[in-house]
């Protein structure tokens, strides 16, 4: 049975760390001044194989995805495939939604967008030119996924946005459209108007373009 639930849990104002500042791994790198360079270095930190992203105008390292977010990941491009390729989408795994007014950018665990959409740079598209964003939610990134990523999402205009979330008990799908189109930085409201979420095991429809129910039991299993 589908239940809503809101999406904002003590949504913080400040920028989050790098999980990845252990012994042993790559650290978070220091604020540098000038979009070019920040941009560079975001560029640099992921053709290395950290996954980067630009938040508030500062470059930040994430943990690497585990071995459940990557099945999680594939079990979910297996069930859009048959989409995809009927309307020749593209499915993306590493390129990133800019996130206005700054240079700021998320990279989304799974995109999925038209072969002609519009583009803020190389590394980042539009927001509104994608069909659909997913994020599979890992201990490391939880708080991040659900506390401050629908906010940006929806202030890019991305229409749908997927939160897959195996770290809760039970498991959870939630699917966030409708974005608001007047999201102030720190807005608290939702920043989606509609939001459906289930429990691992039951349906859930992905509206137009898509069309389709996932079936969550597959793809949590």
Known sequence: MALTKPTRQGRRRHVFRSAASAPGEVPEPEPIDGEDDIRRLCQELNDAGYPAEITYGRVVVSPKVSREQ?????????????SVRENR???HSNWGVHIPPFPDMRLPDLMIAPQDAEQY?????????ALLVVEVCSRGTRSIDWDEKPLEYARAGVPLLLIVDPVTDPATVTLMSL???DLAMDDLREPYER?????????????????????TGE???
């Not at 990557?70 to 048959?82: A, E, G, W, Y």
């Open 121 to 129: 740079d190389d590394m980042h598209i539009l927001g509104h030119s």
């Open 89 to 91: 989408w593209v499915i």
């Open 70 to 82: 990557s099945n999680v990941t594939f079990r979910l491009m297996n069930q859009l495939f048959d």
């Open 179 to 181: 974005p608001r189109k």
């Open 195 to 215: 939001v459906e979420t289930v429990h691992a095991g039951e349906s859930l429809r992905l509206p137009t373009p898509f069309d389709i129910d996932l079936a």
């Open 219 to 221: 793809l949590l299993a």
